[in-house]
């Protein structure tokens, strides 16, 4: 072939050319198929075009009658009016997001290859990854004081956010256990939630238990509840198991909601005391907290301190789990997940491990429950419907089954996104003054959902961190590990 | 020797007797008897449908059989009574002067795996395949890391007791990835490995979970003949070093001749051969079982025969 610095002519460069693409198919092949095929290009915008007429159409169609005509009761009768305006936009935004989708996001259906991220690019992320974990931490452990600083004003509003979003990290690290690890889809989480709430509730009215000797009470009794639910439940495979963990989680609280003399009823529990420091209460009063310290009186305080507890107990669930990984029982979990039949033939008894993570989440989702409790100082079964148990399941779902900082995540944007809507005012000049954006919470969940699945299938942070490693700790990709049960 | 029992007879490790099991109309094994004897390798053969894999889901307690009965024994040559007690106590296992024995049928299929000390493979390759092939050996000694952990609490501690139990359980897992050749992939994804990888690391799991006997469901399957060369030397390894006995399933007969001590031949449910190696071989009735199946087996009896018959 051409030597170097020679000119080669049209006829040499040809077969040097095919050669090495022939080398290079080879080698594609004899590697991991599919190799990557060249994007077509013949003919991509018209049908596009096509395509997004085509859907604009059927809205057209669909919404005719739901959005084009509406009936209101006027002076003599139903009256007929029409909304075209709202109709026309309906039907534009279903041609452009059509269009966009096709043009962008459904590009090539045809399998690809991955190809592996340039390596400066891998290294940085990983790096970036790494230093995730303890900056989102010492973020959190200066959150408060960080708040008071920069927004004096609003710091309760903040305060009280950042409460609800940890709340809702502890119990996605919780159901972590049972979803992620373990594989087992339970639609039921919050009956434990429940049973911690009410626990915690219940033994402080009737024996005048202070928070701090009723919250190990109340996990307690959670992983009790755990281990009862999940003894006739954990037979059950697949879809069956999910449906029948949601109906426990509604059978709970119906039963909260109609044994009036133990629970209250549809009233509830109200008085449920706050939590105290060391035998203190945040109190204006002498013995109070802040005239112990010496500082100044200030209702926050008690909000700080609230803050502080559920960190602490998210990072307990975080810590704990992350151990129990590293442990047998953590790797049978994980093995469960991966393949039941091949754990017992390995000895492990499957009952007795599904049961454990079973009431080791269902702990954990109790003590959180006992929280929700003390933070209130009032619970009703309404904070207990199927709503929350999807809700948790949809955060440690986007975020990645079994992936803590993924669940992180996900609460922050899901919880904090939402309840962050609120403060958009320019929503409500589009919209209409009467628009609450935290109304369109499940429609944003469930849009949030269908962009996740499309774009990272397996959540955000999908890959898998082995539990012991030889020479070299490798990320496992998340087209490898199973997903359990009823997935 | 033609006329002394068998050594399989004198000291199996596993008996099975009268064993049926049914699916719905579908007589799968019929009335099967055979012993697996101490220290050997044992072949289990037959066609395709003929019943092989049952018999294993039978043993390793996945199927409880029709009828029947399936004695695992611990132990040099343990007695008849032992068994005849335990059989009458209605209990899942007897121990008794350093001797045991499990009636497999009354046990369940982790139980099986713990106490009896059965560890098998199956026939379409069951790994954890999100989890690194180190993982995988950790998982099998799980019952072992379970009590030295505490049942978790003293692990949840880190106690000492704990991690020394734990690096032996490594340490475990090293040498059994070394042994198959994998300790370059420890740390890959079991998922990630190519077939016959994937094919050695179910032994060596197999093997980590402590078995006295071993059973391999068409460990061959899919194998090139080096690959295969080595899975017989393998095996010849496990048996020589460490005392287990195998059995394994084939549905190719050249592989197993070379290697197995003594072969059983099922056909349709039904044991149609059982002896060693050449006289399985040369048996008509077996001959006739291949005959009308699969033609690349029926040159292979034919053509170990007429080398028989042109050395004498
Ligand atoms: N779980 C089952 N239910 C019904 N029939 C089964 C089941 N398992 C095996 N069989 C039947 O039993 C026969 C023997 O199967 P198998 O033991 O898998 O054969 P082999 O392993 O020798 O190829 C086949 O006819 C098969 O269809
Ligand atoms: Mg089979």
Known sequence: MAEAGSVADASDLRPAGAEIEEEKRRDAVSGEPPFKQPRRRDGGLRAALRDALFAALVAAVLGFFFLGLRTEIGPGGLVLSTRWGLFATAVAIVFAGRLLLRLFVFRDARPRTVTAAAPGWAAALTALGRLLGPGLLVLALAFPFLILWLFPQRDRQYLDLAILILTYVMLGWGLNIVVGLAGLLDLGYVAFYAVGAYSFALIAQNFGLGFWLCLPLAGLLAACWGLILGFPVLRLRGDYLAIVTLAFGEIIRIILLNWYDFTGGPNGISGIPKPTFLGMDFSRGEDGVAAFLGIPYDSIHRFVYLYYIILGLALLTNFVTLRLRRLPIGRAWEALREDEIACRSLGINTTNTKLTAFATGAMFGGIAGSFFATRQGFISPESFTFLESAIILAIVVLGGLGSQIGVVIASVVMIGGIELLRNLGFLRDIFGPGFDPTQYRMLIFGLAMVVIMVWKPRGLISSREPSAVLKERKLIGADMVAQGEGH | ?312
């Open chain 2, 1 to 312: 020797m033609e006329s002394a029992r068998p050594r399989w007879d004198l000291d199996p490790v596993l008996t099975v007797e009268h064993l049926m099991m049914r699916f719905g109309g579908l007589v799968a094994v019929n009335d099967l008897s055979f012993n697996v004897g101490r220290g050997d390798i044992t072949a289990l053969i037959g066609p395709n449908g003929a019943g092989k894999t049952t018999v294993f889901n039978c043993v390793t307690g996945f199927y409880k059989p029709t009828s029947g009965r399936i004695v695992m024994r611990h132990g040099e040559k343990v007695g008849t009574g032992l068994i005849e007690d335990l059989t009458r106590s209605g209990r899942q296992y007897l121990a008794r002067d350093g001797h045991a024995a499990f009636l497999l049928e009354r046990m369940p299929d982790y139980g099986i795996a713990h106490h009896a000390r059965v560890a098998r493979t199956f026939q379409n390759i069951r790994l954890f395949g999100g989890m690194t092939a180190l993982e995988n050996l950790l998982v099998a000694q799980h019952n072992k890391l379970m009590l030295a952990s505490g049942y978790t609490i003293a692990g949840v501690l880190m106690l000492p007791g704990y991690r020394r139990a734990k690096q032996e359980a490594i340490d475990k897992a090293v040498y059994w990835l070394e042994r198959v050749d994998l300790i370059e992939r420890a740390d890959d994804p079991a998922g990630d490995l190519p077939y016959g990888a994937q094919r050695r690391l179910e032994i060596a799991r197999a093997m980590c979970a402590d078995p006295h006997l071993l059973c391999l469901d068409e460990p061959a399957a899919g194998l090139n003949p080096r690959e295969s060369a080595e899975l017989n030397e393998l095996l010849q390894f496990i048996r020589a070093e460490h005392g287990v006995s195998v059995l394994l399933i084939e549905h190719d007969m050249g592989v197993v001749m070379e290697i197995s001590d003594h072969v059983i031949v099922l056909d349709y449910g039904v044991k149609i051969s059982d002896g060693p190696a050449d006289f399985v071989r040369n048996d008509p009735k077996v001959i006739a079982a291949y005959l009308g199946v699969e033609d690349e087996e029926v040159e292979l009896v034919e053509s170990a025969l007429e080398t028989r018959e042109a050395g004498i």
